[in-house]
């Protein structure tokens, strides 16, 4: 873990408040699930950095880029940065999805698609075919960034208002797929997104008797293990006994038997 001074290349836009922010390089080797704290070297309206998941990164680390929806003054700082305008990156920190599991089912809710893209690129990388993808959003425009997605996975949309794809919740079309036979006993979901969401698909994983892991969204203060402000209760021996967890040391991603209720 190094702090290290970028600068911005470019912010695209994704629609619905979202965009990408590229960042220069060097972006050191990153796994999925893996993020970085944020913040800008100019102008920083608040006074702790931002964590995000590391969104894409070029095969030579001269690139990478985060995905962000500008929902406050933090990211929204972060969104006004111009190419050349320079960022502190902190990173990469905490504990990324497994990569022994060879044919993952991904569950993402909005932004919490952001470990996903780099997930795939790594599994294709490894020979992989294409992982399943199931993609939730309020509607059509909630669903930012998976055209970033195209020939890495195989992609299935679930929108609150049936404008683009399934109409339901992205658990539903879970459900769906799993009585279809293309989600099967045994398969491993790895699951990103609102806090609401993951807790209605690791319940639906339990019944459906599939491992699952989760990316959690907890806030942080510092991003490596000093403020004690992500800790969240849990269960399991990889915990010693212990009742509590850092999320920025220990996750962010968990195994859903992991956390305590």
Known sequence: MQTRLHHARAVRDLGGACFAL???GPIPPTQAGQFYMLRTAERWPVLLPRPFSLY???DDGSRGSFLIKAIGPGTRALSALRPGEALHLT??????FSQEVA????????????PFL?????LRARGRRPFRLLLGGRNRQALAGMDD???LCDLHTATDD???????MVTALLEQLASQGAVRPGDTVFCCGPDPMMHATARLCDKLRLRCFLSLETYMACGYGVCNGCSVRVQGERFHGWPYS????????YEACELAE
């Open 149 to 151: 997605l195209a020939g």
């Open 118 to 122: 780099l997930l795939g690129r790594q």
């Open 56 to 58: 894409d990164r070029s």
């Open 91 to 96: 990173g990469p920190l905490g504990q990324p």
């Open 246 to 253: 850092k999320t920025c040391l220990e996750g962010p991603v």
């Open 22 to 24: 590229e960042v220069q």
């Open 103 to 114: 044919d993952p089912v991904c569950v993402a809710g909005g932004i919490g698609l952001a």
């Open 162 to 168: 049936g404008s683009h794809g399934f109409h339901g």
